[in-house]
C-alpha cells in the first residue's frame, strides 16, 4: 500500500460522499479530533501502569471512540449511520462521577499540570475543548451527530477529572491559580449559607 495519493496536492481531501478543501471547517474538526487521538495515546503511554489500571484501558476505549467521532465527523451524507452515541456519553459521566470523588473537593481553579500523567491529561482537555469549539461551528452550517458534540463535551470534563485524579494517585497536589477567588462551593456548604 502506498501512504501518498498525491490527492491533496491542490487544496482537497476526500470526505465520505464528497471532496472538500483542506481548510473547510468540517475538515478541520474531524483533523482536531485526530489530533486530540494523538494527545490521548500519548497521555495513555505516561501513565505508570499499576496507579492507572482503569484510566489506561478507558484511554484506548477513548481513541477508538476518538476514530468513531471522525468517521461520524467527516460523513456529509444525509443519511449516514452514526457511530457515537448516548451510552458512549453515559460511559463518560459516570467516569467523571466516580474520579470526581476520588478527588479532593475544588474551590479555586487550577492550573493545568501537577504530575507528567495529570499535564498531559490537561493537553487533552484543551485539545478536546478545541474539537468541540469547531464542530460546533461546524453545526451551524451543516448537520452534524448530536452525539459527537455531547461527548466531546463530556470528554473534555473526563480529561480533567481524570487529571486531578492522577495527581491524586501519585501523591502530588494540585497547584491553585494564586490569584482566583473561592469560585466553587460544595453542594453541602451552600445549602448551609
Known sequence: M??????????????????????????????????LNAFVGKAAVT???TLFPDIKPEL????????????DLSSVKETAEWKVD??????????????????PALQRFILPGGS???ADLHICRTVARRTERLISSLQKVEPVNEYVLKYLNRLSDYFFAAARVANVRQSVSDVEYERSAVVFQDTQDKNNS
Do not use: N, W
Not at 484506548?60 to 468517521?71: A, T
Open 60 to 71: 484506548v476505549r477513548i481513541q477508538h471512540e476518538l476514530f468513531d467521532c471522525g468517521s
Open 86 to 103: 448516548e451510552p458512549m456519553v453515559t460511559f463518560l459521566e459516570e467516569k467523571i462521577d466516580a474520579y470526581t470523588e476520588e478527588a
Open 116 to 118: 507528567e500523567a495529570a
Open 47 to 49: 501513565l505508570p501502569p
Open 2 to 35: 502506498r501512504l501518498y495519493t498525491r490527492s491533496g496536492d491542490k487544496g482537497k481531501t476526500r470526505v465520505i460522499g464528497g471532496t472538500r478543501e483542506k481548510d473547510d471547517i468540517r475538515i478541520q474538526a474531524y483533523g482536531t479530533c485526530d489530533e
